[in-house]
C-alpha cells in the first residue's frame, strides 16, 4: 500500500489523536476527576505510585502518556505500571490474553527527509524537519499471560524511614529555606 493511501485510510478510519486525547480528558474533568492530580488517591488505583514504564525496554513514559497511562491503571484497576506493545509480549514468550484492546499512546518527533537534508547540505543551512505523531496500543501487564514473574510482581515499596531523608535533601538542594519559611506561616496564622 503507498504511504497516501495509507495515510488517508489512516485519517478516514480514525478520529484525530488530538481530539481523541481532548475529549478523553473532558470526560475525565466531567467525572470530576482532575487526571493531572494524585492519581494514586484512587480507591479503584491499585498499582503503586510510580511512572508507568514500557516492561520491554524500562524506559518510562513521558509527557500525556504518563496521564493516559495512570487514567488506564484507575479505569481498569491494574496492580501494575508495566506496559507492553502486542509485539513486545509475544518477544518476551508471552502473550496479550484474547479480547484485550490495549490502551491507545503516543510518539511524537521529528524527521528530516533525505531530500531536505541533501538539499541543506548544498545550501549550506539547516534541514526543516517535520514532526509527526503516531498512535500505538500498548497492554498493562495484567492484560497478558506468561510473562516473566519479575515484570508481573509489583515493586517493592519504599521503606518509610527513606522517603523523609529524600524529601530533605530535595528540599535542601532547591536552596529555599523552608523551615524557616515554616515557622514564619504557622507564626500569621495564630
Request: charged share 25%.
Amino acid at each position: 500500500m503507498s504511504r497516501s493511501a495509507t495515510r488517508a485510510r489512516a485519517g478516514r478510519d480514525r478520529p484525530s489523536l488530538y481530539h481523541e486525547i481532548t475529549d478523553k480528558i473532558i470526560a475525565e474533568l466531567e467525572a470530576g476527576r482532575v487526571p493531572w492530580v494524585q492519581p494514586w488517591g484512587s480507591v479503584r488505583a491499585k498499582a503503586l505510585l510510580t511512572m508507568p514504564k514500557n516492561a520491554a525496554t524500562h524506559r518510562q513514559y513521558s509527557g500525556i502518556n504518563v496521564l493516559i497511562l495512570w487514567g488506564a491503571v484507575i479505569e481498569h484497576g491494574f496492580s501494575s505500571q508495566n506496559w507492553l506493545t502486542f509485539r513486545q509480549a509475544l518477544g518476551l514468550g508471552a502473550n496479550v490474553r484474547k479480547g484485550e484492546h490495549g490502551t491507545t499512546v503516543v510518539y511524537a518527533d521529528r524527521f528530516v527527509p533525505d531530500e531536505e537534508r541533501q538539499r541543506a547540505e548544498r545550501d549550506g543551512d539547516e534541514p526543516n524537519a517535520i514532526p509527526f505523531l503516531k498512535r500505538f496500543a500498548v497492554f498493562n501487564a495484567d492484560e497478558c499471560e506468561n510473562l516473566p514473574p519479575e515484570l508481573t510482581s509489583a515493586p517493592a515499596p519504599i521503606p518509610a524511614g527513606l522517603i523523609l531523608p529524600h524529601a530533605e535533601a530535595l528540599l535542601a538542594a532547591t536552596g529555599a529555606d523552608f523551615h524557616r519559611r515554616r515557622s514564619r506561616l504557622l507564626q500569621h496564622r495564630r
